[in-house]
């Protein structure tokens, strides 16, 4: 047994895919320390800079003293504390749904919430680039699984047609893809699921807090959100904290609060999180929100374009998050590796995140980003990447 776990670790390291961790020293600022150097971190979801935001660290501190560490159960049991409700009360507000429920994690959301609305009988159609999350989801159901090519509306409209059941259709999306940055067809997509009488549900993870207005998302961005039947997103990323939540009817509220298992087998969110939540949710549904906004977008948009224009691939990109095609596994590692010697932080992304071939550097912005450091940043990886033969 274990010779065999050697072996595939070694399998691994042979085609490139091996992985190891990277601890960061510090606040996830855009310098962080990493093995004995500051770096320039291109690879965080922290896209706001709230991480380490002083209105949410005075949240998370005076959430500690009031109600101490832990939630002591699942929200089902005992572990339903005021900080849970006003969190679910303001989501519901800030996403303009009837209701919100809180999960402990985009994971444990997806890997809920979509086992929970299908199971045999039922067909889960999912864009092929969705994120593992919502892949697990949909493995753990029991449904069918159609897998849609990308924001394919045409493929996704045939397959509807062809796969008719008397049960459920849930059709699952990211509103933005966590590896290309680009954003859904919702407005389609709404269409699509009016037309089939399926369920629509879209993980915005990485358009909370930064696409729309008030950073609503991207269904608010494309004049939809009150037709997605399930909005669902995190508070990890651009709102600095941890948790997700999903935006729904009341009714289906009351569903998954009896159904969806992650969210009934397991101990609840403890009150730093929840209190950091909802100063990010204040702040940034206000004036600062927006001009961290639109400083992330300018920084992106920058880097985006200086890239193109050095002849990188940035795989339709229009988001914070800006892609860099390289292609192969090891190539990919040794751009990140090359660029690290450098004091540059821009993760590889290799399968089985990505499709095979499709390897990347996977660059991230934040609205706290010096303008010279991403002035650099370029220079260096258009250096690099000719060495490579990337560009
Ligand atoms: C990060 C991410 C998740 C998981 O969220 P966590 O809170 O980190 O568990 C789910 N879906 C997408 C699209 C993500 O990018």
């Not at 409209?157 to 059941?165: G, M, Q």
């Not at 001009?291 to 374009?305: N, S, V």
């Amino acid at each position: 047994m274990s010779g065999s776990i050697a072996e595939e670790l070694e399998e691994l390291r042979r085609q490139g895919l091996h992985r190891r961790l990277r601890p960061v020293a510090g606040s996830q600022g855009s310098r962080v320390w990493m093995e004995g150097r500051e770096v320039l971190l291109l690879c965080s979801n922290n896209y706001l800079g709230l991480a380490d935001h002083p209105l949410l660290k005075e949240a998370a501190v005076r959430a500690v003293e009031r109600f101490g560490t832990g939630s002591g159960a699942s929200r089902l049991v005992s572990g339903t504390m005021e900080l849970h409700e006003a969190l679910e009360e303001r989501l519901a507000r800030f996403k303009g749904t009837e209701a919100a429920l809180l999960f402990n994690s985009g994971y444990a959301a997806n890997s809920g919430i979509i086992p929970a609305l299908a199971g045999k009988g039922d067909v889960i159609f999912s864009d092929r680039l969705n994120h593992a999350s919502i892949v697990d989801g949909a493995l753990l159901s029991r449904a069918k699984l159609v897998r849609y090519p990308h924001n394919d509306v045409a493929a996704l409209r045939r397959l509807l047609e062809a796969n008719p059941t008397p049960g459920r259709r849930l059709i699952v999306t990211d509103g933005v893809f966590s590896m290309d940055g680009d954003v859904a067809p919702l407005r389609e997509l709404v269409a699509l699921k009016r037309e089939h009488g399926a369920l629509l549900m879209v993980d915005d993870a990485h358009g909370t807090g930064v696409l729309g207005a008030g950073g609503r998302g991207s269904g608010e961005m494309l004049g939809v959100t009150g037709e997605i039947d399930l909005q669902m997103g995190t508070l990890g990323k651009a709102l600095g904290s941890f948790g997700a939540y999903v935006a729904a009817s009341r009714e289906l509220v009351e569903y998954l609060v009896n159904r969806a298992r992650s969210f009934i087998f397991s101990t609840s969110l403890p009150p730093a999180a929840l209190a950091a939540s909802l100063a990010a949710i204040d702040l940034v549904d206000s004036p600062e929100g927006e001009t961290l906004r639109r400083r992330l977008d300018r920084k992106a948009g920058f880097f985006r374009e200086a890239a193109t224009e050095a002849g990188f691939d940035t795989m339709g990109s229009k988001t914070q998050i800006v892609p860099l095609l390289v292609g192969e596994a090891e190539l990919a590692m040794t751009f990140t590796q090359r660029l690290l010697d450098e004091g540059i932080f821009a993760q590889g992304i290799r399968p089985p995140t990505v499709p095979a071939g499709t390897c990347r550097l996977r660059c991230t912005f934040m609205a706290t980003h010096e303008d010279r450091d991403l002035v650099r940043a370029v220079a260096v990886m258009a250096r690099i990447g000719r060495e490579l033969g990337v560009i």
